[in-house]
Each structure stands twice: as C-alpha cells, then as structure tokens.
C-alpha cells in the first residue's frame, strides 16, 4: 500500500523526491480555497517557500516537517547609513561631456564621464535579511498526507500532516494591525507539540534569552563600499505553550509535550528616515511582542484576516477554470504552456496582488527588487529600487487593481527623493528641482551609480512621478494632488534649466543621457536625447500643466512647460518602419538587437502617448520595434511585452507571450518570478498585463469637457478565455469597473463613479459618452 502511494507520489512529483523524502505517503487533497498555492512536500530551496508580508516585516515558510525555517527580513535593514555620493569633480566635468556628445564623440564622453562624473561610491547600499528563525521538532519517521499551502484569500500559509496517528498543522501570517509575525502550531490530540526555538543570522549580532521565554538578537547592520553601518536593529520570539513544558539551554528554548503553542515574532531597527537613524529597535520590539502577547491568537489572526481581505477582496476576477486547477501548483507551473488553465492566470492576477498588500502598505518602505523577500546580505543588485524600470513596473497594477493606499511608500520615496535629488541638482549640475539616476536605496541616494552604460541616465525622478500623477487620476484627489504637485514641479524645474538645443533640429534634449541600458552602435549608451526621455518629459510637463491649472497656481511656469514641451524631440520612425530608440535612426546597427529593455515604448505603454486611435503610425511602427525585440527575454522585460501587446489589441499574441513567463523558467515553484534570480517586478508586471487585456483607461485630449477619459473594455481578450467576470478594478477618472463577458463578447459592464467626472466608454469600435455623478452608476452593454 505504502509504496503504490510511494510510486504515485514519484509521478506527480519528480522534482522533489528526495531518498530522505521517501517516509512520505498518503496524497493530500488541494485546499478549498481556490485562489491558494499548495504543494505536497516541504521546501528546499527558497525559491519553493511561501513568502507572508505585512508591508514591513517578511518570513518565507519553508514547512520543513523535522525543522520549520522562517527566513526573516525588515524593510528597513540595509547595510550603511546616511550618505552623499555626488562626485565633487562632476559639475566641472559636465559642460565637457555634454560638448562631446553632441559632437559625436561617444567613447571619450563616456571616458570622461566614467572617470568624472559618477558616483563615489560607484555602487549603493544592499537590502539585507535578518536571518532565521528555526523550529526543531523531534525526528518524526512517517508523514501522511502532508500539505503546505498560502492561502492569498487569508494571508496565512499553513502546514498540515499526520504521523503516527496525530494531525499536526501550522499557520504562520504577518498581522499588519499587531506588527508581528505569528506561528501557530496545533495537533489534535493533547500533549503532542514539541520543538526548539533557535535564531541565527549572518549580521553581526548577539543572542540572549530574556524571562526564560523569549528570544532576542541585537545586532548591528554592516557597511557597504565605504559607507559604514549605522543602524542597530534587533528581533525577538516569544514562545507560549498551551500545556507541556518550555525549558531553556544555551540560547535555544524548547516546548515539550504541550498541546499547542505560539511564537511570536517582532524585528525593527533604528531607522526614522533617510537621515535620522536614532530609532530604538529594542523598546519597538519589546513592547510590540507585550502587545501582542495580551492577545489570544484567535483574536490576532481575525485582525490580520480582516485588515488583509479589506484590500484583497475588491478585486474578483474569474477567466474560467478547468480540472487543473486541483493540481498541486508547482504542475501547474510545469503545465500551464501546454494545457489548458486559465485559473491559473487568475491564481498569478491576484498573487501579484497578495504580493502588493504584504511588501507595500503605508507607513513602509516601497516594494524593492524582491519586495521585502531576500535572503542574503547582498542580493542581486542589491535588492535596491532600480528606477529605469523595475520600481516603477512593481507598482504597474497597484491603482487599476484596487490598491491605491499600497502606492504611498512609493509617494513617500518620491518625496525623499526630491529632498536628496535637490542637492544632486545643485551639487553636480547647477540647476534648480532635484534629480535622480537609474538606481536609489534606503538611504535616497540619487547620484548615478555602477558605470557610465547604466547611470548616466537622469529621468529616474521624472519616470517615478508619473505615479504621483496617476495616484490623481485614478482618485480625482484633490488634497493629495496639492501634496504631490510642488514634488512633481521639481521634478520639471530640473529639466528646464538642463535640456540642451541638440545641433540639427534645434529640439530641445537631455544629455548626457542614454536609452537605458541600450548600446548605440558608436561604442557606448551615453548618447543625447533618447526617445524614452522625451516621452518621460512629455508626461512629466503635461502633467505639470494640467495640475497647475487644476489647484490654479503657477501660470507663468505652465506657459514655459508649454513652451518646452512643443520643442521636445519628438517620436519618430526609422527606415525599418520601427520606432526608433535614439534620435538617429541607430537601430538596425545596434549591438542587441534583442535587448531586454524597451525603453522607447514607454511611450505605448505604461505612458499612452502612443496608441492605435490618436497615433496609429507610431503604433503600428512600436509593433515592428517589438517584433524585432522578440518575445523571450528577462522575467520582467516579457511583462512588459505583455503590456505593449494588450496595449496594441492583440489578445493572441499576449497570450502566448504570457506562456512564456508562466512557465519553469520564468516562475518559480513558490511563483514568484524569475529574471532569473528571482525579481518581483515580473509578478506585477505580469499582473499588470492580464489587466491591460480586460480594461484600459486613458485621459483624452485636455479640454474635451464632455468626456476626459476613456475607458476601453475587453481590450485584448484572446479566444482561450471565452467567457468570464471582473468586479473591482479602477480607471483614470475616478471609476470603479465590474464587467462579465460570454462567448467572447461583452456581456455587460457596470461603472461606478467616484469623483463625478464625464467618460467615453468603449468597446470594440463603439463608444458613448456619459455624464455620471459621483456615487452613481453607469450599466452599459457595448452598444
Ligand atoms: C536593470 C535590468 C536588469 C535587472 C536590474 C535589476 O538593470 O536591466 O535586467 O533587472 O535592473
């Protein structure tokens, strides 16, 4: 019997049958909540454990049967401390820079800019884990029916098996409400809950037992190139048994023989701000593990469960479901490309989601390379906020997926940004407003970093405040648009004192700048004017103009925006019908002709200057740039594939570019995404896609009274998702959006609106214009 079941196993599971895993039996039943991950072994790798988050504090799960491992991280523990890297010699050095440039003369720019003008130090700060915390339990022999879940309704990951006759399960979540991590474990039968406690880390750190129950590390974080550590940070685990004995040795505290036990886990260090470091980690963990220790754990989980579906829940979404939805997901993953389970798209829509609420809530840091998830004092590229796109496409889903409040970290960084950026501005380029480069840390750093190819691009800031904007335009806030505005001022203030008369044409162009991370065909990427720059400050200036006349200030500087904006380089097609990337028509003779970047067609997509009603030769020439690109690249460059071509109204084609990242080389077993490594930004953008392909929304042309915005409905939907619903998602204007389809068609569609604003709704090539008030509804069928 045993090994029948064995052998079953063997099939369904290749990839994690182990010898040492061969006591494993029975067949674990999927969880009745569909939208969950589940598996039927423990983790080995990191990539297969189960990430909770409340925003600040993260734990991976790995649901080892003999040793649970929870991998611990808090958002605000980088290696360094407050600094400034602008290389004093820059400004100086600038004028000469830009002189060759626009001679010509690429490579001795770039020399000079490598030996001038970048950062010192040449790399930022690393995000940086905690370490661990591990529960021991005593040799078990024989597991049956084992199961590890996350459920993404609850927030909670659990493990459940029997052995020997008793069930045991496990529950682990991060409560946003009580600020700490709590593990449950229960059996059902008395007298049977027994582990050791333990930490370990690889930070600098001391270990000690405080009131015979409670784990704590106190540690300091470590410097990076120079930049010596400057935060204390400290975790603690209090363990409480129901029943049974808690006895401590060393620095391990072990439960025995209780009938069920929880351990609370607290991190924080001493960070305040980017420049205030004097927070006191050892009183906030001390009295958020009080706190939360006055609680039953019943209480603490209905919290958590209920501040977590408060956001979860707006969003529904059904694509349909087939028979392997009940597969374990690590097959589905395997099986997606071949199959037929567009559950699943459904399952990575609202894990991207689930991924959002737990890295990014207010009060915390923005979601990084790897959300709050990393494992290792220096991740790749460091885990930090890369804004040439990675940042800004974590945040791709957040508003039109019903997720605004989980977009103000990333306002909050912003607004640091122009605190650091201003000094930048001034200190290296004489100008007024702030900037940053492609990169920023904990610490806001906004020099340009790593090497002349990467750095040398100054638009970071100005890409970043297009979310600032559409934070306005999908709310119609008014108050926050007063906060937002003078940071997004800045952002232009910047540009209008260094844009530069490029010789030929007379446009107005950034330089030094480059298509990011783009060689041109003369030997290096500093180039002047790339058409992503242009198409960046476009937004930047409009939106600009159009908020200056909403709050009613600064006319005179709307009429030099407007003045600007009119001599910006503007989009064009090269000879091979494509849109160009550089000013010249460099593409053909570019060194990769399938680079992962795409950078000229932000102006498709996440921007809409480019779309196939207003500009349908730019959109037809963006489809010939990304037939060249190909397909099959980079976990987040295929999500932003996947963008464009939803944008371009091509369901077929989405679709079969969204195989390729749901797929074993693009996601991993725990789903999330693979660069590879891991990257969390293919996960939103991912997400982002899927919702680019049900609705689409835009602002029309300013000054058009009767309808400002458009809303477009099933724009892309591909024939392998023939019928299906949506409720919840959002739209530029203020609008709230539940459709359903059939047969491949609009079935119905119903808006509410939230600020009151007209609409164009749109569906195939029908549209109609209506007028709403705020609270009121439109039902519309696409007729
Ligand atoms: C950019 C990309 C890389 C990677 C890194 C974090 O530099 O070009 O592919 O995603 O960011």
């Known amino acids: 019997m045993i090994n029948r079941l064995i052998v079953c196993a063997g099939v369904l599971l290749p990839t994690f049958l182990t010898a040492a895993e061969l006591q494993f039996t029975g067949f674990a039943e999927p969880p009745a909540e569909p939208l969950s991950l589940w598996y039927r072994r423990p983790a080995k790798e990191w990539v297969e454990a189960l990430p909770v988050g409340n925003g600040r504090l993260g734990a991976m799960v790995f649901g080892g049967v003999n040793q649970e491992r929870l991998q611990l991280n808090d958002d605000t523990l980088w290696a360094g401390g407050p600094y400034d890297p602008v290389n004093p010699e820059a400004k100086a050095a600038l004028p000469e820079a830009r002189r060759l440039i626009l001679e010509g003369k690429y490579q001795e720019a770039d020399r000079l800019i490598g030996s001038k003008i970048m950062a010192k130090p040449l790399t930022q700060m690393p995000y940086q884990t905690v370490g661990d915390l591990l529960l021991t339990v005593p040799e078990i022999a024989r597991i049956e029916n084992y199961q590890r879940e996350l459920n993404l309704d609850t927030a909670v990951a659990g493990v459940s098996y029997s052995s020997q006759g008793v069930k045991f399960t496990r529950e682990v979540f991060a409560s946003p409400v009580d600020q700490v991590i709590v593990v449950h474990l229960t059996a059902d039968k008395p007298g049977q809950i027994a582990f050791s406690a ?17 784990l704590v590390m106190t540690g300091g974080n470590g410097g990076s190139a120079g930049i010596k550590g400057a935060l204390r940070f400290q975790a603690r685990a209090k363990v409480m048994a129901k029943g049974g004995k808690i006895s401590t040795t060393g620095n391990v505290i072990s439960v025995a023989g209780a009938d069920s036990a929880t351990v609370l886990i607290a991190a924080a260090t001493s960070y305040r701000s980017f420049k205030d470091v004097s927070g006191d980690p050892q009183a906030t963990t001390a009295r958020q593990i009080a706190a939360a220790a006055g609680k039953s754990h019943q209480k603490l989980l209905n919290t958590h469960v209920t501040e977590h579906q408060r956001l979860f829940r707006r969003v529904a979404l059904d694509l349909g479901a087939t028979s392997e939805m009940k597969s374990p997901t690590n097959e589905r993953i395997e099986n997606f490309a071949k199959g037929n389970d567009p559950q699943f798209a459904t399952l990575y829509f609202q894990y991207a989601r689930y991924l959002l609420i737990s890295s990014s809530r207010p009060g915390t840091q923005p979601a990084g390379l790897q959300g709050i998830w990393n494992d290792s004092l220096n991740p790749p590229w460091g885990g930090k906020y890369t804004i040439n796109i990675n940042t800004e496409m974590n945040y791709w889903p957040a508003e039109a997926c019903n997720l605004s409040e989980c977009v103000e970290p990333l306002i909050g960084m912003v607004k640091d940004l122009s605190e650091t950026g201003a000094r930048t501005a001034a200190s290296m380029y004489g100008a007024r407003g702030w900037v940053t480069h492609h990169n920023t840390d904990l610490w806001r750093a906004t ?67 480059l298509s990011p991370e783009n060689q041109h065909p003369f030997g290096s990427a500093v180039c002047a004017g790339p058409t992503m720059d242009s198409q960046i400050l476009r ?124 797929s074993p080389s693009r996601t991993y077993p725990n789903m999330f995404d693979a660069h590879p490594p891991f990257q969390i930004d293919g996960n939103f953008g991912g997400a982002s896609g899927i919702t680019e392909m049900l609705l689409q929304s835009r602002a029309l042309s300013a000054g058009n009274a009767k309808a400002p915005f458009e809303i477009e409905l099933l724009p892309a939907l591909p024939r392998a998702w023939p019928a299906g619903s949506v409720k919840g998602l959002r739209a530029r204007g203020g609008f709230e959006i539940d459709l359903e389809w059939k047969e491949g068609q609009l079935a119905g569609a119903t808006i509410l609106s939230t600020a009151g604003s007209p609409v164009r709704l749109r569906y195939g090539s029908t549209t109609k214009d209506f007028s709403v008030s705020k609270g009121k509804t439109i039902r519309w069928d696409g007729h």
């Not at 800045?490 to 004192?497: K, R």
């Not at 200030?553 to 990337?581: C, H, K, M, W, Y």
């Not at 067609?601 to 037809?620: E, K, M």
């Open 198 to 214: 333990a930490m370990k880390t690889p930070q600098q750190a001391t270990f000690a037992i405080e009131a015979g129950d409670t």
């Open 447 to 513: 020099a340009p970093i790593d090497g002349p190819s990467w750095g040398m691009w100054p638009m970071g800031g100005a890409w970043l405040c297009q979310h600032l904007w559409d934070h306005y335009e999908f709310s119609g806030d008014k108050h926050y648009l007063a906060e937002a505005y003078p940071v997004m001022k800045g952002a232009a203030l910047f540009f209008l004192d260094t844009l530069a008369e490029e010789p030929k044409h007379k446009w107005l162009v950034t330089v030094p700048s």
């Open 539 to 662: 937004d930047l200036f409009t939106s600009c103009i159009r908020a200056s006349e909403i709050l009613k200030v600064d006319a005179d500087l709307r009429q030099q925006l407007v003045a600007t904006s009119a001599r910006l380089a503007p989009n064009q097609i090269g000879q091979g019908g494509q849109l160009q990337e550089w000013l010249e028509d460099w593409d053909a003779k570019a060194g990769e002709q399938q680079h992962r970047h795409i950078s000229h067609l932000y102006g498709l997509f996440p921007s809409s200057q480019i779309n196939v009603f207003d500009t349908p030769a730019l959109a037809a020439a963006s489809r010939t740039s990304l037939n060249t690109r190909g397909d099959i690249t980079t976990g987040w460059a295929i999500a932003w594939r996947i963008n464009c071509w939803a944008r371009l109204h091509d369901g077929e084609r989405t679709l079969s570019i969204i195989r390729h990242l749901f």
